[in-house]
C-alpha cells in the first residue's frame, strides 16, 4: 500500500475516533497530535514548537479557509501587486488555487496565447508573520520549460532587502528540474562563513534525481545569526547570515511565500507543452522556539 494511502487511512481512522469524543477531548487529542509534528530535517537547535501547520492534504480546506490564511498577491501596492520583475505571470484568483486529494496545486495557464502578461497563475502569501525558527514545505514542482515554482521569506515592513529563498527551482533548458537554489540575499550575506556548503559555483544543489517525479521536503532553520538549508532532510548548506536591511536596519518580521512562475529572463519563454502547469503543495510548516 502506498504512503498516501496508509496516511489517508491514518487520517480517516483519527477523524472517525474524535468524532466520537466530547469537544474537550477531541481538542486534548488533536493539541497532542500537532505536539507529535516534528522537523524533517536534522534541526541544530532545541525547544522548537509548531506554531503553524497548513497541511493541504486535510480535505476540509475550503477557499475561504484559504483566503483566512494566505493573501494571493504579494505585499506591495497595497497587497495587490501581481508580478515581480520580467516574469510573463500574473497572480490571478481564476481557478488558480486548486485542491486534490493530494494537497494544494498553484496553476498557471495560458490567456490565449502565451506571452508576457498573458499567463495566469498562483500564489500564497502568509497572513502569519514572523522572525526565526524551522520554515518546512512539502512541494512537487512541475516539468515544463519556463516554469520557476519558489518557497521564500520576505520582509513584512515593505523594504527589500532581506530575502531567504528556501528553494527554487527553475527550467531554462539549462537549469532544470534536477537542480535547486537556496539564496541568501542582501548586506547580510556578505562574507558569510560557510559550515556546510553542497552548492555548485552557480549555487545550485544537484540532488541525483528529478524533483518533479515527486514530492520533497525544502526547509530553512532560520536563527539570528546563520541560515540551514535542508533538502529532503540532508544539510545543503549552512552560511552566516543576518536579516537586515542594505543600511543596516534590522529587517522585522517575515511572512512565506510559495509561488510559480512562469517565463521572464531567468526561466525564458514557456515551451509549447509547459502549460497548464501545477506546483502541487502538501504542506507547509513552522517551528518557532
Known sequence: MSGLHRSSLRRRAALLMLAGMPMVAQRAAWSAEQAAIRPRAPVREAGYKLVK???????????DDLRKEFHTRFIYDNGRLDHVNDEWSRYRDNDNHVFTREGLSLVARAVGKAAPGRVESGMLRSRWFGQFGVFEARLRVPRGRGTW????????DLVWPPEIDVVEVVNNGRDDTRRSFHFLHGVGAAKQARRTYELDKGGAYKPGFDYADGFHDFAVEWTPTSVRHYVDEVLVADRDYRWVHNDGRPG?????????AIGGGWPGAPAADALPASLTIGHIRVWQR
Open 53 to 63: 501547520n497548513w497541511d493541504f492534504t486535510r480535505g476540509h480546506w475550503t477557499q
Open 149 to 156: 515554482p519558489a518557497f521564500w521569506l520576505g520582509p513584512q
Open 252 to 260: 522585522g518580521d517575515a511572512h512565506l511565500l510559495v509561488n510559480l
